[in-house]
């Protein structure tokens, strides 16, 4: 790797691999295919695994794009039984009130296939919750304010990556938003900066039931202008 500053700002030689037109069609064929399968469950095996299969997915994570690079997300690992019992209950609660007073008619329809309620075991059997949180801005030393840019859009994309690498670590995942989530930088006393973003309990699969879903086809979201 050669480095060298250009207009007083260090920079570093970038040679991305080359594949064939062939090696292409191949990868990104077999790439989609593995994707394909990734699905949401609500339902998780207990078995233990070793944290450093959780810390490859967030380092994983961590290598997407962001607004001016701030990387402006914190990614909590909560395994402690009393923690995530404490998160499971404080969902629950939100959720009891989302399903019974705050969704309307047409939410709960459409999560009527998906067979959701306000019951959240899977908080409690998940041996880890990765609860993302998004940093609005940083405190500097001075304590300043200092912005973060683009910030749904950079953990967003962050989140996909994070879920790729469960993915493709044979593990499976739930993208939760129990909301308002603000209950989580409570519970794990997260700084003024921090907001909730998504809780992802993840764990080893179990057989189970996933709704029937239609992904959509190709020309139902792709528009080509050529
Ligand atoms: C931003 C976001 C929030 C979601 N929130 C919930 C949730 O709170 N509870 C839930 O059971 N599923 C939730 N899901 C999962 C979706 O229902 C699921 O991704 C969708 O039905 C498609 O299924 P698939 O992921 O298996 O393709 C959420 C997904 C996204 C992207």
Known sequence: MKDKIIEGHPYTSYHHF?????EMKERSEEFYEWMNKRRTVREFSSEDFDISIIENIIKAASTAPSGANKQPWTFCVVKHPAIKKKIREAAEKEE????????????LKDLAPLGTNWQKPFLETAPYLIVVFKRIYEIEAGGHKHQNYYVPESVGIACGFL?????EAGLVALTHTPSPMNFLAKILNRPENERAFLLVPV???????VPKLERKMLDEMMVVYK
Do not use: C, D
């Not at 764990?203 to 039931?209: A, F, R």
């Open 163 to 167: 879920l790729a690498a469960i993915h």
């Open 203 to 209: 764990g080893k699969p179990v057989e189970t039931y």
């Open 18 to 22: 080359q594949f064939s037109a062939k």
């Open 96 to 107: 009891y009130e989302s399903y019974n007073k705050r969704m309307s008619e047409e939410w």
